[in-house]
């Protein structure tokens, strides 16, 4: 018997064709828009995408398929033109006549200008300048530097970008101008951010020679007041020894006396504890020292026109002392 050495399983060629044409290179589902594509030509669901970047361990070759996007200024919406022979419910149960009939289902999405469907046979592109999706055939029919569906201007050297390409030069050619459009990304956010600073330095002297321009043609007129120094009085006692432990802001906060609220009128002032005892005493003398007619008010006369009792002053009027009186 001759053994024989056997024959490498090559994968279905229109399987890979469904895979890569129809399915989302992260998610491995079908398509669906908004559909976005790399600078490698690989084809993304724009949801799926996004939950890539967010979380870049959310599926399990993600770093292989979509390591060098950074962000989503690295893929371009892709305006795809729908097929009109397409139809959503032959596509939904294509999956499982597939098996038992060789008829092929049309692709969801057509060249508009050349009319091919983008099924994977036919080589396409997209302009990374508008995100038009054209056939290779169509841009080479029609040599321009324009897009032939919308007007776009773009590079034919930088700009279209084969989708899902297989030649390695071609793939080698794609991750260095990728590369290059990051560095050049890089460098203008740099600038952008050297330029915000610089701006905001040049405003804060601008400011500050304003303010010492301003205090040097007022010090020129003589209108600059300036404050005394208060001098510090030297702790005496228990100052002294709260200052010595707990410094000189725990002396003043224990020895100071607290404010009390005075009020008078329709507003109140905290002043100290002493002034406020010698505003009281003042005010008493000076009901005092007011005419009979003033008197009258604050004193109430006494039984059977004997000696007028004092009611108090405008401080203790109202209160309830004066209504138990009568």
């Known amino acids: 018997l001759v053994k024989t050495k056997a024959k490498e399983q090559q994968p279905d060629r229109q399987s890979v064709n469904d895979a890569t044409w129809k399915c989302c290179a992260l998610s491995k589902e079908p398509l669906r828009s908004p559909v976005v594509a790399c600078r490698l030509g690989r084809l993304y669901n724009k949801d799926k995408l996004i939950e890539f970047l967010l979380n870049r361990r959310a599926f399990g070759d993600g770093h292989v398929v979509a390591g060098h996007v950074l962000s989503m200024k690295d893929v371009v919406t892709l305006k795809l033109t729908p097929n009109p022979a397409y139809n959503d419910k032959d596509s939904r149960s294509s999956a499982i006549v597939s098996n038992f009939s060789d008829k092929v289902q049309p692709a969801r999405w057509i060249c508009p200008v050349s009319l091919k469907e983008m099924n994977g046979t036919n080589r396409f592109c997209f302009l990374a300048t508008c995100g038009c999706v054209l056939s290779d055939a169509a841009l080479r029919q029609v040599p321009t530097s324009t897009c032939l569906q919308c007007g776009t201007a773009f590079d034919p050297a930088r700009d279209v970008v084969p989708l899902n390409p297989t030649a390695p030069e071609e793939i080698d050619r794609l991750r260095t101008i ?68 707990q410094g000189p802001a725990a002396a003043r906060r224990r020895t100071s006396p607290p404010p009390v609220s005075v009020v008078g009128g329709r507003g109140s002032i905290n002043v100290p504890l002493p002034a406020a005892l010698k505003d009281l005493g003042r005010a008493g003398k000076d009901v005092i020292a007011q005419s009979e007619a003033i008197k009258s008010l604050y004193a109430r006369p006494g039984a059977q026109g004997g000696a007028q009792q004092q009611r108090g002053n405008y401080l203790t009027m109202g209160t309830f002392t004066r209504y138990a009186a009568y």
Do not use: C, F, M, Y
Not at 199 to 215: G, Y
């Open 178 to 245: 990728n590369a290059a459009l990051q560095a050049e990304r890089a460098a203008a956010d740099d600038a952008r951010r050297a330029a915000r600073l610089a701006k905001k330095a040049a405003a804060a002297v601008a400011v500050t020679a304003d303010s010492a321009s301003t205090t040097a043609a007022a010090a020129a007129d003589g209108n600059v007041v300036t404050a005394p120094r208060r001098k510090r009085v030297a702790p005496s006692g228990a100052e002294a020894g709260v200052e010595a432990i």
